[in-house]
């Protein structure tokens, strides 16, 4: 099990807004920032969000990442087909270490 | 703009070796402030970060790697590797490397871009 933790699933029909929660601790979300991935079926993953709600050049504003404490949330309004796909936020722990969360299989119903 | 493109055997025997390569192009692996890292994916499941390396040969593992992993860097040839020794069936996975975010910008650099990932399968 993965040291940040996500829900595995989430869904919603077009046009609405879904939310997908990263739970860490202090030692990692509490003291470094979070980073969002998106995931298409049968590709490589690609940066959605940085440094806890920035967003990549090209990546529209729909999509929104924010972060309390030791946890973040990354928010996709006007949900779309094109949507659907895993997400995984990121964050160092002070160790130096990369984590990854286990994943959210989004569905647009 | 840096593509990054992973290279190596699809498929390797229990306790040898895994060997991969990813060869940078678009530019020059030692120009800028980047750590590179290797990232593994098993089959339906999620990531798992296995190590970097900066330019002047620095690293760092994951803890539950470490014993097994050893990544390098060769600049002459725009590449850095990855090997895994004693691989189990558990290794099996899509591996994928990719450069991290500048870390004159950042502490906690982001993976962008990534290679498109390469299958290695541990079987007899």
């Known amino acids: 099990q993965s040291v940040l933790t996500q829900p595995p699933s989430a869904s919603g029909t077009p046009g609405q807004r879904v939310t997908i929660s990263c739970s860490g601790s202090s030692s990692n979300i509490g003291s470094n920032t979070v980073n969002w991935y998106q995931q298409l079926p049968g590709t490589a993953p690609k940066l959605l969000i940085y440094?806890?709600?920035q967003r990549p050049s090209g990546v529209p504003d729909r999509f929104s990442g924010s972060k309390s404490g030791t946890s973040a949330s990354l928010a996709i309004s006007g949900l779309q087909s094109e949507d659907e796909a895993d997400y995984y936020c990121?964050?160092?722990?002070?160790?130096?270490?990369?984590?990854f969360g286990g994943g959210t299989k989004l569905t647009v119903l | 703009q840096v593509q990054l493109q992973e290279s190596g055997p699809g498929l390797v025997k229990p306790s040898q070796t895994l060997s991969l390569t990813c060869t940078v192009s678009g530019g020059s692996i030692s120009s800028g402030s980047y750590y590179w890292s290797w990232i593994r994916q098993p089959a339906g499941k999620g990531l798992e970060w296995i190590g970097r390396?900066?330019?002047?040969?620095?690293?760092n593992y994951n803890p539950s790697l470490k014993s097994r992993v050893t990544i390098s860097v060769d600049t002459s040839k725009n590449q850095f590797s990855l090997k895994l020794s004693s691989v189990t069936a558990a290794d099996t996975a899509v591996y994928y490397c990719a450069r991290e975010a500048d870390i004159v910008a950042t502490i906690s650099p982001w993976f962008d871009p990534w290679g498109q990932g390469t299958l290695v399968t541990v079987s007899s």
């Open positions: 990121a964050a160092w722990d002070d160790s130096l270490n990369a984590l």
């Open positions: 440094s806890n709600n």
């Open positions: 390396i900066y330019t002047s040969g620095s690293t």
